[in-house]
């Protein structure tokens, strides 16, 4: 899968910027020529120079010195690049915020698109595994202590699902997150004349965008909603990630990330083959659930405008744009390229000496005790069991209280762990291919 990170990167360049500020002016002038707001030769000549390369961007830094102003400064290199009275009617009606706001919608919009084939990608790597493992037994662990056998199929099939979750939360929230904004200086289209409607009307389809009910320029939930999402999306890819960390311990040896020629994994110690990806991910989502927190901050603005929200809402929207790309570039990795260690895997299984299959000891017995009397008399020599490093069938095949009620034939069978899988296998059969159909289909429409 190619990646997105450079893509993104190149999106959210100091020129990537001046590019999508121009987009929204090309945009605004082409509506206002075609309302006859402002003359038709005159929009054309706008469109025509609102390009990167047709400004001479070399002198922006000094006009910024002089103003102080992000878009008067770029607006003069746009205004001597069309020259002569067409110049004068480069940005009518619209206010700075309106055009910087926009512009980092058609960043998110980029983001998202660039994103889109990547989460399916990971979603297809995870329902692969699904499948390919649905019977593959490993010992399940809650609170980070063996409790009952599962199918790393069953495991992998979880992480596609929640993927899943998060992609329908990405396309449910398009359409609000990616609003045009162009209301002028406070919201009220007044700047507009009659065609402040229309304009946002025509600007929208220019620039693949919905249409807003209302002015936003204070109300930036819009932006909230986009970190939230990636922050949800960095905290599933997270967990799975530190999922294949603690199973690539050298204790557990059941997974592990691609190693392959050339790759170092310590300057001093040749032996190690440590968690890349992993790691990264899980550094890169925890900036993503800080930077969201930050973006819930910016959103206290106050009456119709301030600046507050400006310093430092760009750079961190488009440091979650940055951190979203990289955990979805390395979670599709981390998934597409995964060694499965399936004897290990069966090794696990029984570390404990049986003792995992407590439960299904103790509701067969049940049966015939009643559950509770079952609970207490299975408990007492798992504990002890335990405690003296004891084998599990050996003990409750010496207790006579047991054996009169469960045959040692029985007691034997019953603590083999793949009796007791539940449907584990079927469920993630049915998930992998439920979910691939998913994956496989256009996200965003």
């Not at 605004?28 to 390009?51: R, T, Y």
């Not at 609000?176 to 289209?189: D, H, K, T, Y």
């Not at 919905?210 to 997270?238: K, M, N, T």
Request: negative net charge; hydrophobic residues 40%.
């Amino acid at each position: 899968m190619e990646k997105i990170l450079r893509q993104i990167e190149a999106l959210l360049s100091r020129e990537g910027m001046f590019d999508r500020w121009l987009q929204v002016e090309k945009a605004l002038a082409n509506a206002q020529g075609k309302l006859g707001m402002i003359p038709k030769d005159v929009a054309a000549d706008i469109v025509s120079h609102a390009k990167v390369e047709c400004l001479a961007m070399e002198k922006y830094d000094e006009l910024y010195q002089k103003t102080g102003h992000p878009m008067v400064s770029m607006l003069r290199l746009l205004e001597t690049a069309v020259g002569g009275e067409a110049g004068q009617y480069i940005h009518l009606g619209a206010t700075t915020q309106d055009i910087i706001d926009t512009a980092m919608v058609l960043a998110l919009k980029g983001t998202l698109e660039a994103a889109e084939p990547v989460l399916g990608a990971m979603g297809r790597a995870a329902c692969r595994l699904a499948e390919k493992y649905a019977d593959t037994p490993m010992m399940g662990r809650t609170h980070n202590v063996q409790a009952l056998p599962i199918t790393f199929g069953y495991k992998a099939a979880i992480w596609a699902s929640e993927l899943y979750r998060c992609m329908e939360r990405l396309r449910e929230s398009r359409k609000r997150i990616l609003a045009l904004q162009m209301s002028g200086a406070v919201g009220s289209l007044v700047s507009f004349g009659e065609y402040g409607e229309k304009i946002q009307e025509l600007m929208a389809e220019e620039l693949g965008l919905s249409v807003p009910d209302i002015c936003w320029h204070a109300s930036r939930d819009r932006y909230g909603e986009f970190a939230v999402q990636a922050a949800l999306l960095g905290a599933c890819a997270g967990r799975i990630a530190k999922e294949v960390y603690e199973l690539m311990g050298t204790e557990y040896g059941e997974l592990s990330e691609y190693w392959g020629a050339g790759r170092v994994g310590s300057s001093t110690m040749p032996h190690k083959v440590n968690p890349t990806n992993t790691q990264h991910i899980l550094a890169k989502a925890s900036h993503l659930r800080y930077g969201a927190a930050e973006i819930m901050e910016l959103m206290l603005v106050d009456h119709e405008r301030n600046m507050q929200h400006f310093i430092g809402e760009r750079t961190k929207m488009e440091q979650i744009c940055l951190y979203t790309a990289e955990v979805l570039d390395r979670g599709c990795e981390l998934l597409e390229t995964l060694i499965v260690q399936e004897e290990n895997m069966r090794r696990n299984l029984n570390r404990l000496g049986g003792l995992t299959q407590s439960e299904h000891i103790m509701l067969e017995l049940g049966r015939k005790i009643g559950k509770q009397n079952a609970h207490e008399k299975i408990g007492k020599i798992a504990v002890h069991t335990f405690q003296e490093h004891l084998d599990f069938e050996e003990e409750l095949c010496s207790r006579a209280e047991i054996t009169k009620d469960l045959p040692a034939e029985e007691i034997h069978d019953l603590l083999n762990p793949l009796a007791y899988l539940g449907k584990c296998p079927e469920m993630a059969v049915r998930v992998s291919r439920e979910l691939m159909e998913k994956f496989s289909g256009k996200v965003f429409q």
